[in-house]
């Protein structure tokens, strides 16, 4: 069964902080996998595409990583600020880009 | 560019009413998307387009139906409203096949009563 897990579920820390957010994935086979921010109220936006060959990407201070071999991504935070808090969705295309799966999602809170 | 816009924002209805939500995009994509969020699961797929005048079932369609008149257009009717669901809608659009970014809509909160 193809399924997108996160964790943590949620997250609270300190701006200024990094963290580092988890996805496991059992999808198969494996097109891609994106990294989705949402903001409360707001429709998600994304942050990194990845496909097979590509082991990370970086969009500002936000940087994807992906193991295929273990079929984990990570996505890290560096010197977090108050806008982003938010859920951070990870999301794995799969049967050749014809189905999305989509994780619940981790709800991080930055606090000053 | 507005990118994806849908309306209502909020709406609540009363189990059986029907209603159409209606979601716009002028990014000239092809394809589009309906989805609901539930607390605590991912986002699934109810209905999708492949382009003007088509339309598919996704993950979850039952109790649904879906439209595609026009390009820039897709609309997501509700027949027979049920508490079930009650959920977060949201619309969006790609250029190309899933794979392919999707731009996503803000939302609509329904409560079905």
């Known amino acids: 069964k193809n399924q997108v897990e996160q964790s943590p579920q949620s997250l609270i820390i300190l701006e200024g902080k990094n963290c580092t957010l988890q996805c496991n994935y059992t999808v198969s086979p494996f097109s891609n996998l994106r990294w989705y921010k949402q903001d409360t109220g707001r429709g998600p936006v994304s942050l990194t595409i990845?496909?097979?060959?590509?082991n990370t990407k970086s969009n500002g201070r936000y940087t994807a990583t992906l193991d295929a071999d273990t079929k984990q991504s990570s996505l890290h935070i560096t010197a977090s600020q108050l806008s982003d808090s938010a859920s951070y969705i990870c999301?794995?295309?799969?049967?050749?880009?014809?189905?999305?799966?989509f994780g619940a999602g981790t709800i991080l809170r930055v606090k000053s | 560019n507005a990118g994806v816009t849908q309306t209502p924002k909020f709406r609540v209805l009363k189990t059986g009413q029907s209603m159409t939500l209606l979601c716009a995009q002028d990014?000239?994509?092809?394809?589009m998307y309906w989805y609901r969020q539930d607390p605590g699961m991912g986002l699934r797929l109810i209905h999708y387009?492949?382009?003007?005048?088509?339309?598919a079932k996704g993950e979850v369609p039952d109790g649904y139906n879906v439209s595609r008149l026009k390009k820039q257009n897709f609309l997501l009717g509700l027949e027979s409203a049920a508490p079930s669901q009650t959920s977060v809608y949201f619309c969006?659009?790609?250029?190309?096949?899933?794979?392919?970014?999707?731009?996503f809509g803000p939302g609509t909160r329904l409560t079905v009563t």
């Open positions: 990845m496909t097979f060959s590509e």
């Open positions: 387009s492949v382009g003007e005048g088509t339309t």
């Open positions: 969006a659009s790609s250029y190309g096949v899933l794979s392919y970014e999707q731009y």
């Open positions: 999301v794995v295309s799969a049967e050749y880009g014809n189905k999305l799966v």
């Open positions: 990014m000239n994509h092809e394809y």
